[in-house]
């Protein structure tokens, strides 16, 4: 069903190219069996993702924050990000790197994929948006289950490799080529993107 803006304005713009970048799960606490390893993959790919979210900044390309409410129904986006950013460490460091900024947007979702139960799906339809961009962890988990999720809403989808992370490289690898052979994403590493060309 169409939006009507004029009655419920969710978004004060349109994205640029119709494009969206989508950070799943960077701002964490780390506090989960067998983090470790994820976390040591996740800390390589964020600068890879910093320098994407500054190419998608420099054309109007929204950067959209979809993160686990880590079973804390009480939890707010400000709480997520503060605990994350004030640990010592690589889980600390990925959450300073990547915290979100005052024009960000910031979905919480209680389960793997962006769309279960949370308000995603409306804030990208308010921002026009028909393509996505998405990066985060882990591969296998949250962010294939949100591209596929994606996909089935008729959303065009492109996960970087370089872009996320799982618990070993082997992994990230098997869902990258499941998610190509199977919904045909791109999975080609972020500096071929040529963002103003995403029309």
């Known amino acids: ?18 494009s969206a970048l989508l950070i799943i799960d960077m701002m964490s606490e780390w506090r989960f069996p067998s983090s470790e390893p994820l976390l040591r993959h996740a800390a390589r790919i964020a600068p890879a993702i910093e320098a994407l979210r500054a190419r998608c900044d420099a054309v109007g390309v929204p950067v959209v924050y979809v993160n686990d409410n880590h079973g804390r129904w009480r939890s707010d986006l400000r709480k997520v990000v503060q605990d994350a950013c004030a640990q010592e460490g690589p889980g600390g460091d990925i959450a300073r790197s990547l915290a979100p900024r005052e024009r960000d947007y910031f979905v919480l979702k209680p389960k793997h994929s962006g769309f279960y139960a949370t308000p995603l799906e409306l804030l990208l339809r308010h921002l026009h948006v028909g ?3 998405l990066t985060g962890v882990s591969t296998e988990h949250c962010v294939s ?4 999720d994606a996909c089935m809403r008729d959303f065009k989808v492109w996960c970087p490799a370089d872009g996320v992370a799982s618990h ?13 052979e199977s919904l045909c994403i791109c999975t080609d590493p972020s500096p071929s993107l040529r963002l103003p060309e995403l029309v």
């Open 1 to 18: 069903m169409p939006t009507d803006e004029r009655r419920a304005p969710l978004a004060e713009e349109h994205a640029a190219g119709g």
């Open 145 to 148: 289950m949100t591209a596929t």
């Open 131 to 133: 393509q996505l961009i």
């Open 168 to 180: 070993t490289p082997a992994l990230r690898d098997r869902t990258l080529t499941q998610l190509q």
